[in-house]
């Protein structure tokens, strides 16, 4: 019998008086009680609940307990709630720029540069943010189309530039055309002697020799295909120069071994002297 099986009172008292029945005289032994006792615990069923009379009164039972009543909760309004202000950025903090003050150093910038430059680059020059830069540039070339101007403000990649209308590229081409040419200045004519006579020479040599600086000379003379940049100094590290076969062709010559000696071509020394009396 396990200890969860309920003990049957019924049975119990009516072994209790058979056992007095069997020896009413005589002394009971009471562990051949307590041995039949043990026995009958561990055989005796379980008992069966009687079926309710339907006629006898059964306290209903309680029904189960509501749950617990959640508090409500007081949601904010929307008018309550803060909204984020506007974050001021780099621009915003900037004082406005002069604009004519503005445009005038972007078209002075613009005019000197040989390369597409961007936006924080001129910024940087002009002391304004690239927000300003962007709106004048803007309008810069806004400007440029509406009066027909000769140049247009163009965005290459990164960065801007001024580039010559198309409109007026027939001006431009028979002007360069016409260039090529006209005759050489005496400064071109000297420079180039210089290189015929002292090829492969640097400008700085061809400068010590004239007295007077040559790089705009050599790039005239570059452009009109009569010099070429030949190779590089092997002690400063400078351009070497030399005559190109369009020399010798418009010379009528044809080689450099055909050029006139330089001494029937060259100065007395009084007379050197005497235009310069300091050298």
């Keep these: 019998m396990s200890e969860r099986d309920p003990i049957a009172w ?6 209790l008086a058979a056992a007095d029945e069997e020896a009413p005289t005589a002394e009971h032994d009471w562990d051949a009680v307590a041995a039949q006792l043990a026995r009958s615990f561990e055989t005796a069923p379980a ?5 309710a009379d339907p006629g006898e009164w059964t306290e209903p039972e309680a029904p189960p307990a509501a749950p617990a009543a959640v508090p409500p909760v ?9 909204v984020d202000e506007p ?11 002069d604009p004519w003050a503005l445009r005038g150093g972007l078209e002075a910038l613009l005019f000197v540069v040989d390369s597409p430059v961007e936006e924080a680059v001129l910024a940087a020059a002009l002391r304004c943010t690239p927000g300003q830069v962007r709106d004048a540039l803007r309008e810069l070339g806004q400007e440029y189309d509406a009066r027909g101007a000769g140049v247009v403000l163009r965005r290459v990649g990164e960065g801007w530039r001024l580039y010559t209308r198309e409109d007026h590229a027939a001006v431009v081409e028979r002007y360069l055309t016409d260039g090529q040419r006209s005759r050489l200045t005496q400064a071109a004519l000297e420079t180039l002697a210089v290189i015929a006579y002292r090829q492969p020479v640097t400008r700085a040599r061809v400068s010590a020799i004239r007295g007077v600086g040559v790089d705009a000379v050599v790039r005239t003379l570059v452009s009109r295909g009569l010099v070429h940049e030949c190779g590089t100094d092997p002690d400063s590290g400078g351009g ?7 020399f010798l062709e418009r010379l009528g010559l044809t080689g450099l071994d055909e050029l006139p000696e330089l001494g029937p071509l060259l100065p007395e020394t009084r007379a050197v002297i005497a235009e310069r009396p300091d050298s």
């Design 10 to 15: 019924d049975r119990l008292a009516a072994e």
């Design 240 to 246: 070497l120069y030399a005559t190109t076969p369009l």
């Design 47 to 51: 008992p069966e609940q009687a079926p």
């Design 87 to 97: 974050v001021a950025t780099e621009d915003d903090d900037e004082p406005a720029a």
């Design 74 to 82: 007081d949601l904010p309004s929307l008018d309550d709630v803060p």
